[in-house]
């Protein structure tokens, strides 16, 4: 898995226990699955159709910096299904994982679009193809 975002628990992230509010964490989440689909699908209208179960294994408190994972699922034909791990950065404990977040790419009607792809493309190989 690919960890791409930190973020650092700030006061404003907390909940009343003092430890990171559930609802911020899902908000990175759904933000950060967002971008990712955005770029793989290139479709900038891409949205959250789904996310399964959420498991929360562990808190975080103020000060805590966390990574967010992403790792690709499955290409369907408007979509992309992630899967997420979100750890304390220093000690490496998980967080929260989530198995199936479903991204699905739309067209200017709000339909979902075919998007033709079927594996994980990276920027600096569609920049080298002509």
Request: glycine letters at 6%; proline letters at 5%; a neutral charge.
């Amino acid at each position: 898995m690919n960890f791409h975002t930190r973020k650092w628990i700030k006061p404003q992230d907390l909940n009343p226990n003092r430890s990171l509010f559930g609802g911020r964490l899902l908000e990175w989440i759904d933000e950060e699955a967002a971008l990712y689909a955005i770029i793989q699908l290139e479709n900038p209208r891409t949205v959250t159709k789904y996310i399964s179960e959420i498991d929360f294994k562990a808190s975080a408190r103020e000060g805590d910096i966390v990574e967010i994972g992403l790792e690709p699922v499955k290409f369907g034909t408007a979509s992309l299904t992630l899967k997420c791990e979100v750890r304390n950065k220093m000690t490496r404990e998980t967080i929260i994982t989530i198995d199936k977040i479903v991204m699905v790419g739309l067209d200017e009607n709000g339909n979902a679009k075919p998007h033709g792809k079927t594996q994980i493309e990276y920027v600096k190989n569609r920049l080298e193809h002509p």
